[in-house]
């Protein structure tokens, strides 16, 4: 699976953004997305999780409330609606794939990544 992450960019403190990621192959359903993000001198750290059919959601209590994780297997796209955004989410963002939706909080739980998209949140 090679995953191609897009929709990065700099907003203000309030605003939104909508990331998407694109997946290659025709077995997509068949692979739990995440979404991790990565800010400068810090450890990569879960965003949110969805299940291959799209039916079970998960999210870091971070974002809770303000981000949307969300898929369309017809089009093998997974999207990250990022509302209310805070200068905290500043970082680059990543997608990645798991075939096990075991360990979604974590990076070693999935198979393939992304190249990451930056997000800057102005204040």
């Known amino acids: 699976v090679q995953l191609q992450a897009s929709g990065g960019g700099l907003v203000q403190a309030g605003g939104s953004l909508r990331l998407s990621c694109a997946a290659s192959?025709?077995?997509?359903?068949?692979?739990?997305m995440g979404w991790f993000r990565q800010a400068p001198g810090k450890e990569r750290e879960f965003v949110a999780a969805?299940?291959?059919?799209?039916?079970?959601?998960y999210y870091a209590d971070s974002v809770k409330g303000r981000f949307t994780i969300s898929r369309d297997n017809a089009k093998n796209l997974v999207y990250l609606q990022m509302n209310s955004l805070k200068p905290e989410d500043t970082a680059v963002y990543y997608c990645?794939?798991?075939?096990?939706?075991?360990?979604?909080?974590?990076?070693?739980?999935?198979?393939?990544w992304g190249q990451g998209t930056q997000v800057t949140v102005s204040s």
């Open positions: 990645a794939a798991t075939s096990v939706l075991s360990n979604y909080r974590v990076p070693q739980g999935y198979d393939y």
């Open positions: 192959g025709r077995t997509f359903s068949r692979y739990a």
């Open positions: 969805i299940s291959g059919s799209g039916g079970n959601t």
